[in-house]
């Protein structure tokens, strides 16, 4: 029973403002009655009650017509300024409220292109989707590049059209490990790599390090990992030390900051082979046979 009579006691106050309140007008109450029939409709004892307060005071075509009366409007506490860095990802927000039977769609403005509408991209660049559901409807930009900056145009076809603007910045920022591309190390030895993000009026950022695809884990049990950052007025700088190198330490490092491209290094843990061997290994043997090859032929070819 306390469902039915908390409706009761809506639908009085409902009726209250109507005949006590001057400002509480006829589409407020059309707005409240379609809430209450939505949270209600498998409610029994709702449906007299609400049938009946609904004939008193609205008529079909009435409300109708304040339920068109909702308006479209732009939800507006979201982002307009994004600042990616290059190869990042990029989502520019736009929330429609009361949309109703009405179209979204993404503009790029320097070139006037239709990006999407709604969840359709109308761009051969696959980059560019729509994510989240209605009433989101955000663009994402995958691997941005110095030329998506600009400024992008969610629009909605109204009378007259409604858009909301958004303003991307690219920055072209590479994080930077210092020393060579591939690093060799013995086994049991120290792994020490320096990352540095090098930025010009934007606040330094913090720096995430990746092994082989994963994040790295400070805390596991195998230990002897650890990181140190340094932060000045627009650069970072991280240092990953990794102690007493495993041969599995070997393989692929990534500095990643979310406003830089990443950077990667290749390590290599050496079970007491010499890097050179690595390296070259193959090629002495070639040189090898050249040599043998040479010392048979010229003696042939000097006799002839």
């Keep these: 029973m306390a469902p039915f009579h908390g409706m009761v006691l809506l639908l009085l106050g409902i009726g209250y403002l109507l005949h006590a309140e001057p400002t509480f007008g006829h589409r407020d109450i059309g707005i409240i009655v379609d809430d209450v029939r939505s949270s209600h409709k498998d409610d029994h004892e709702y449906s007299p009650i609400v049938a009946h307060f609904y004939e008193e005071h609205l008529d079909e075509k009435m409300y109708k017509k304040f339920r068109m009366k909702r308006h479209t409007y732009f939800y ?19 929330r429609v409220e009361n949309l109703e039977n009405r179209t979204v769609s993404w503009m790029r403005k320097k070139d006037v292109r239709i990006l999407t509408s709604m969840k359709t991209t109308y761009t051969a660049d696959k980059r560019f989707v729509i994510i989240g559901k209605s009433p989101n409807w955000d663009l994402q930009i995958d691997s941005v590049q110095p030329d998506d900056a600009g400024i992008y145009e969610c629009q909605v076809n109204t009378e007259p059209k409604m858009d909301r603007t958004v303003n991307l910045k690219v920055l072209d920022v590479q994080a930077k490990i210092l020393g060579s591309e591939e690093v060799y190390v013995k086994k049991g030895s120290k792994i020490s790599l320096t990352c540095t993000v090098d930025m010009q009026d934007v606040p ?38 990794i102690t007493r190198a495993l041969l599995n330490d070997s393989g692929n490092y990534t500095c990643f900051s979310n406003k830089a491209a990443p950077a990667s290094v290749v390590v290599h843990v050496l ?26 032929v010229i003696p042939i070819v000097i006799f002839r």
């Design 204 to 241: 330094p950022s913090n720096v995430t390090w990746y092994h082989a695809g994963s994040v790295i884990d400070f805390d596991s049990p195998r230990g002897g990992v650890s990181l140190e950052t340094e932060k000045g007025k627009s650069f970072t700088k991280s240092m990953l030390v």
């Design 271 to 296: 079970n007491g082979e010499h890097p050179a061997a690595m390296q070259h290994g193959g090629s002495d043997s070639v040189n090898r046979r050249i040599i043998m090859f040479l010392a048979i």
């Design 76 to 94: 507006d506490d979201l982002p307009q300024n994004v600042t990616v860095a290059v190869g990042q990802s990029a989502v520019l927000s736009c």
